[in-house]
């Protein structure tokens, strides 16, 4: 029931864009975003409700198509800040959570 | 910080002993969640406990178990431990029930020998 994230690593310029996709086998009941820097623990970003919704969090953005039980986190211009391990987890009942293996983000100046 | 506390930050323990990993949640929160992180098996949910009661169980062994006492800190308790059970133990608290936004702890690395 693990979601499968794409890509596995990215390398971005500061500045550039990018999307992680997120994908699950099963139906979610939420999607949720976390961020890692190398030897922290994981910082909330988001959660996504069933509805296809869309959140924001300041050039940080996220989408939920429940249809196709895929999510993609979307990062703008980014920032050397943003360097760090991207998870989605997604809930396909009340009672548990999923991860995936992560997105690699590396942003260079 | 998140202002969710772990103790100890490190742990190195041999095959076959029990060790109790402790996790005090921000100021509130009444959600305390643990995890397992290892390099093949990524972030792992393993338990919830919402103001004392256990609420959802993730893919816990049976050789570990949790609980969570009347101030709301929760202890982890792994015993019989294996070598694959090396990792890093976080712990996340929140105010909700369900699984909502979450606070992660620093995290206890475990190591066996």
């Known amino acids: 029931q693990q979601p499968v994230q794409s890509p596995q690593a990215v390398i971005l310029r500061e500045g550039e864009d990018a999307v992680i996709n997120c994908s699950s086998s099963?139906?979610?009941?939420?999607v949720h975003w976390y961020r890692q820097k190398h030897g922290e623990a994981p910082v909330f970003l988001m959660i996504?409700?069933?509805?296809?919704e869309q959140k924001g969090h300041d050039k940080i953005s996220a989408s939920f198509n429940e249809k196709k039980q895929q999510s993609s986190l979307y990062l703008t211009a980014s920032q050397l800040s943003y360097s760090g391990t991207y998870f989605c987890?997604?809930?396909?009942?009340?009672?548990?959570?999923?991860f995936g293996t992560g997105t690699r983000l590396t942003v260079i100046p | 910080d998140s202002g969710v506390t772990q103790t100890p930050k490190h742990l190195i323990t041999a095959t076959g002993q029990r060790v109790t990993l402790r996790c005090s949640p921000r100021?509130?929160?009444?959600?305390v969640y643990w995890y397992q992180q290892s390099l093949d098996q990524g972030l792992q949910f393993l338990i919830q406990?919402?103001?004392?009661?256990?609420?959802a169980k993730g893919n816990i062994l049976e050789r570990f178990s949790a609980q969570q006492f009347p101030d709301l800190h929760s202890e982890l308790n792994l015993s019989s431990l294996e070598l694959g059970d090396s990792a890093l133990y976080f712990c996340?608290?929140?105010?909700?029930?369900?699984?909502?936004?979450?606070?992660f702890g620093p995290g206890t690395r475990l190591t066996v020998t």
């Open positions: 987890g997604v809930q396909t009942g009340a009672n548990n959570l999923f």
């Open positions: 996340a608290s929140s105010g909700a029930g369900g699984f909502y936004e979450q606070y």
């Open positions: 100021s509130g929160d009444l959600s």
């Open positions: 099963k139906a979610l009941y939420s």
């Open positions: 406990y919402y103001n004392g009661e256990e609420r």
């Open positions: 996504l409700l069933k509805g296809g």
